[in-house]
């Protein structure tokens, strides 16, 4: 019989065919629920998992001495996943780094010319057929060159991002937890603690993961240290900023705007964040484009190749430092 592969969600039909192509039998599983989601683990050898599912210690307990031997995630993150809990179960937890880094970056870029230069609004103003036409003063938003950037969490996605900014002529600024020397040297950018990034930056860039280090990085106290024009830009994860907090400012007026891609509680938004004009609001498009999607989909099929060929796959996922509970 040959190995089984569920796949817990829909993905490209180029992607399904790779899939087929290998020498097993791939299924597409609904994980409704916690019960189903324990099905699926217990009668496969490989599930491909993402972000909104959570696998943990319980779960993996209940599946102990089952055919499993990898939960490929289906994503660079893998906050879903207790990585420490499935290794001691024996099964290989992997990640899919690299393949979306540029995809990432590209979208951050997106969200901060979207909202620097207030095209929702724009958007906004001209499908209600409201827009009376050109005028002087009419959404007057803010130029990039010249300002500046930080970047908080500079590693893959942060350096790509800030590659971007550098070229449109923004100083760069980050915040990270070990210095990045190429980086610098490529686009001049200096390293700064945290609370002098916040005070000092036009815009603020995250490409934070989720954990405990990072959970609630922006406080209430470090989002009161921002300019009150300051754009924040959050590619990274929700749980970075105290969401509640930044409506209140926002609608305070103490900052010029949000561009988000993720939140707090995903998909659930805080109240009152649909309401502001200033706010731009995309639904986890980060990794969201065709060629990035495939290549997500062949990293997770090659570290399952691997495994079931009794080899080490590409791509295991580390044990985070400090898990998010």
């Known amino acids: 019989m040959p190995p089984r592969v569920a796949l817990l969600r829909e993905v490209l039909p180029e992607g399904w065919a790779a899939l087929q192509a290998e020498p097993w039998e791939v299924t597409l599983c609904e994980a409704s629920d916690r019960d189903s989601l324990r099905h699926i683990l217990s009668t496969h050898e490989a599930v491909i998992s993402t972000l909104s599912h959570r696998i943990d210690a319980s779960l993996m307990a209940e599946i102990s ?3 499993l031997k990898i939960i490929a995630n289906h994503g660079v993150g893998y906050e879903n996943l207790d990585v420490a809990a499935i290794q001691a179960a024996g099964i290989w937890a992997t990640h899919t780094p690299d ?5 990432t970056a590209e979208m951050a870029w997106a969200l901060l010319l979207n909202l620097a230069r207030r095209i ?4 906004r103003l001209v499908r209600s057929g409201q827009w009376q036409g050109w005028a002087p003063n009419q959404l007057l938003g803010t130029g990039l060159r010249g300002k500046t950037l930080g970047i908080v969490g500079c590693g893959r996605i942060g350096q790509a991002f800030g590659r971007i900014a550098h070229f449109f002529g923004m100083r760069l600024t980050y915040f990270n937890r070990s210095r990045q020397t190429a980086f610098e040297q490529a686009t001049g950018a200096i390293s700064l603690p945290l609370e002098e990034l916040l005070a000092q930056a036009d815009v603020v860039s995250l490409h934070l993961p989720a954990n405990a280090e990072s ?6 106290r470090r989002l009161q240290l921002l300019k009150p024009t300051a754009l924040l830009v959050n590619t990274g994860r929700g749980t970075a900023i105290e969401e509640a907090v930044l409506v209140e400012l926002l609608k ?8 988000l891609d993720v ?6 938004l805080s109240d009152g964040l649909t309401e502001l004009e200033n706010v731009v609001l995309a639904p986890h498009l980060g990794s969201a484009t065709r060629e990035t999607r495939l290549a997500m989909l062949l990293c997770c099929r090659d570290n399952i190749r691997a495994v079931l060929m009794g080899e080490k796959p590409p791509n295991p996922c580390p044990i985070p430092l400090a898990p998010l509970q």
């Open 215 to 220: 959970y609630h990085l922006l406080n209430r």
């Open 65 to 67: 001495g089952g055919p």
């Open 252 to 259: 305070a007026g103490h900052l010029g705007g949000a561009a």
């Open 99 to 103: 393949v979306l880094t540029e995809a």
């Open 263 to 268: 939140y707090e509680y995903e998909p659930k």
């Open 120 to 123: 929702g609004e724009g958007e």
